[in-house]
């Protein structure tokens, strides 16, 4: 197999197992990895070496290679070269002839005692772990010699000192025990199995090799998670088109070789029919013939080659199978699809082995397979459909080359369509290349341009050509007029995306194209809304009353899931999930998967807004598996995951999400999300301390949205977080600057009421900073008032924490700590964790220092200072989700800690330190 890049220590993703490794080597003992290869084992044995060194501990590093198996004493020689030569100079005479053998890698004299030899690597250890100790570094052990893996394993179980310790790696265990790795180091031993990447530490890694974020997905499917695996297949064709799989790069066939190679031949048989067939279960090998199918899938899975769940086999990595399927002869090829044909249960599976028994044209077979395809398009199978389709086409002489034109364009379509991007750009490209009619090139290039996604921008010249292609035919042109309007929204362009969308509407019209015509006024009414025209409404209600019915993969651009979002945006928020809800029933039969994610995503934000904030992480972290798994651009996806963990997540997990959308939406040129994405970024910047950094990101969305002459504040409602922002660093002539347009935009459009709440809000933060508090309350509590009737209870929280603390700067504390406390109930009712702990703080400041000097904990400071503002027990027990009997005995302990037996007593007491107090601003 290739060398493993001597990059791979990144350690992406890696920083808690590696925490663990470090806890368990603490306690001393040893810990023995095992994994596949290339899964990151010499990453983290590099990792714990260079830690351990940092300390100040000797390092004995061994990595034997495959040929050195069979060399005796190979290994334990390469061990001790490592040793200090005080080591070897305290050794008695006849020891050190031993070590000058092994050194030669020979073994020693016959007339050396067996124990003699036994006991010379656990003193030339001891020796060695003097001062700082040593660590033992041990990796690939499974071609260890035999003779070198006893004297080391001697020696461990020795234990010469508690200050020698071992980590060892092996790429699996044995069957059934121990593996070698962990018979190689002193107990305590632990053994840990290497995960593969999860797709967001692989989609870190492929970045920081410049590779792009929407590859992450498709990569981290095809490497099962294996890092080097990812990288090999990454280094080929990564930014050539999603449905174009690049070529299989040496080193990814190495490491499938290295793994298939350690299988008999009759396993090999066994994963070889897997591999051809459609759906591979252990039932399907049995009839083929394969009697011995469980226990040779069992070594299989021992191997690390396939995953056997109940009856469903899957190879990881998949290329696996790919390259399991080139090395075999043909012969052999077709006698297993000759196998599985008859063992078929299904008359077109046994159809398709039989089909892919012999590749010669045959005209009969192509008719068959293409009345196949059409049974199973009709069915709703269109993945199935167009492997059919491909097939008859691959199948047809030349008398048959107009149907096989028909055949790839329908291929393309209903690949599309079943969720197999490679296979539609396979048929689609095989139209293009060949000397077909104009229409079946045009539609041929639609299904490409649709593969593309988010990427629109990049396909100029497959637009140029389609509309070349389409000429005057209005049914050509309607679809491709289209998805250039698509193409002028993504890229921030919303004049050029109107005027191609009033001309698809008019084409549309003419050919009576209902659904490109609806889909087309949708677009034009987010693009008038985006531009802060009224006429948006008259054109979402033309959309609405067209006959329109597209198909589930379409949902997302057609005209009820845009009354969705605009009900959303509106803060209708009942009427926008009970629409999203219904919604979601169709687009579930979306193979595509790009309808599912959109619907996912505008539930989340629904959820958001509503204060369901478990809710809305559930349908943010859905979306974002959705799109992993079928290959979708991951911008706006990551926006919705942050937005959902700004509110009810962490805030470190939501700039992550924030700064990885930008990173994807500018490689794609995806202006939309960009601009989304810079808002939850300076959200997550503000509310974390980092205002500066908050702002900046603020002030590049500001002036995107500039360039594209976004004018409705209420879509992205940056407006009222930049204010808050720049009044917090003092600027405060920006920030009023910045609230009267946004006012003056929201008059014009007649935005809705909560337009008004958030810009109230970011207000009374711009008087308070200033040094008007009076009027910072007045307007924060009016806020939060509307956003109770509105029922936002985020919002309403928001509002509340704001007025607490203008209270707070009039030294008005009873007020403040009544306001924030009453926002903290709000925001642990609606799992709002990051808010919660904000809030926290800002009444523990509010507090001031009565916890630390009179050894009070936060909780009985809390409910000593409601007691103090004259809540009752029962009051005290609903505000924090306790019980009146942990309330009463919490009260017990306040009273011994400061010394008093009464309420009255304690409101006096306390009210007596906190005149004392300053202001904690």
Known sequence: MAALPRE????????PLLAEIEARLAGGGGVALHGPPGIGKTALLDAVAEQAAARGERILRLRPARGERTLAYAGVADLVRQVPPDAVAALAPAARNSLAALRQGRPPRTGVPALARRLLLPALLAYSARGAGVLLVLDDVQWLDPESAALIGFAMRRRPGARIRAITAERRPDRGGRGRAARLCPPPVTEIAVPPLTPDDLTA?????????????????ASAGNPFLALALGSTGADGPAWRPPPLPEAARDLARDLLDCLSAEVHATLLMAALATDPTVTLLLRAGRE??????????????????????????????????????????????????????????????????????????????????????????????????????????????????DWLVTAARTALTGGAPALAGRAAEAVIAADAPAGHRVRARVVLIDLAGQALGEMGEMFAAALAEAGEDPALLAPVRLRLTWQAMITGEPDRAAVEALRTIAIARRAGDATSEAMALSGLAQIQRMRGEPAWRDSLARALALPASPAPDWLHLGPHYMAARFAMIDDRLDEARAELLALLAVAEHDRIGEARVEVLRSLSEVATRAGRCREALRYAHRAVQAAQEAGLSPGPTWYTAAVAELAG???????????????????????????????????AGLRSGETRAGVAALRRLRDLEAEAGNSDPMIVRWHADLAAGLAALGDHVEAAETLARARKAAEQLGSSPALAGYLDRATAIVHSESGQADSAVELSTAAAHLFEQLRQPVEQGHALLVAGGAERRRRRYAAARLLIGAALAIFMSADARPWAEETERALARTEGSLAPEQGLTSTELR???????????????????????????????????????SRTQLSSRLQAIEGTLPDPN
């Open 8 to 15: 791979l220590p990144t350690l992406h993703g890696r920083a």
């Open 205 to 221: 890694m492929l970045e920081a090799r410049g590779l792009p974020c929407r590859t992450a997905s498709r990569l981290h499917r």
């Open 292 to 405: 011995e199918a469980d226990r040779e899938l069992r070594l299989a899975a021992a191997a690390g080659v396939v995953e056997v769940t109940g009856e469903a086999i899957r190879f990881t990595p998949s290329l696996i199978a790919q390259v399991l399927v080139e090395q075999t002869a043909a012969g052999e090829r077709t006698g297993a699809h000759a196998a599985l044909a008859a063992a078929a249960l299904e008359p077109l599976e046994a159809l398709r082995h039989r089909a892919l028994r012999a590749a010669r044209p045959d005209a009969g077979v192509a008719r068959r397979l293409a009345a196949a395809a059409a049974q199973c398009a009709a069915r709703g199978a269109d993945r199935t459909a167009a492997e059919f389709y491909l097939l008859a086409a691959d199948r047809s002489p030349h008398q048959l080359a107009a149907e096989r034109l």
């Open 649 to 683: 997540g962490s805030l470190p997990a939501a700039a992550g999400f924030a700064q990885r959308g930008i990173r994807a939406s500018e490689q794609e040129g995806d202006n939309i999300y960009l601009r989304r994405n810079l808002h939850a970024l300076g959200q």
């Open 863 to 901: 409910i000593a200072a409601m007691v103090r503002d004259g809540a009752s027990n029962r009051e005290i027990a609903s505000r924090l989700y306790l019980s009146v009997k942990t309330v009463e005995a919490t009260l017990t302990r306040v009273y011994r800690k400061l010394g008093v037996r």
